[in-house]
Nanobody, 120 residues
């Protein structure tokens, strides 16, 4: 099982980006999915999460600007980021709780990270 994040890049303050994270491999079920970010020299923190039924949770710093969504048929999670600020600059990581096919137990998987730089 692998997670592949994409969509990062350089954007000006006030701009928008959409991150995507697709899963691959033999999967029985995907439970919660989410996005974390790690600014330079700082720890990794939760940005947003979404359950399999669509309930969402956001960090205070992104509420009202970011929207997390998922496509359960594709086991893909998205992060729409609007009104971006320089302090949103970070490496963004996707994560998912996955039950692999034919395996007992649920495991946390992480994508490789995608860099978002907000700068003029």
């Amino acid at each position: 099982v692998q997670l592949q994040a994409s969509g990062g890049g350089l954007v000006q303050p006030g701009g928008s980006l959409r991150l995507s994270c697709a899963t691959s491999g033999s999967i029985f079920r995907v439970n919660d999915m989410g996005w974390y970010r790690q600014p330079p020299g700082k720890p990794r923190d939760l940005v947003a999460s979404i359950t399999s039924s669509g309930s969402t949770n956001y960090a205070d710093s992104v509420t009202g600007r970011f929207t997390i969504s998922r496509d359960n048929a594709k086991n893909t999670v998205y992060l729409q980021m609007n009104s971006l600020k320089p302090e949103d600059t970070a490496v963004y990581y996707c994560t998912a709780e996955i039950i692999p096919a034919g395996v007992a137990g649920i495991y946390d998987y992480w994508g490789q990270g995608t860099l978002v730089t907000v700068s003029s």
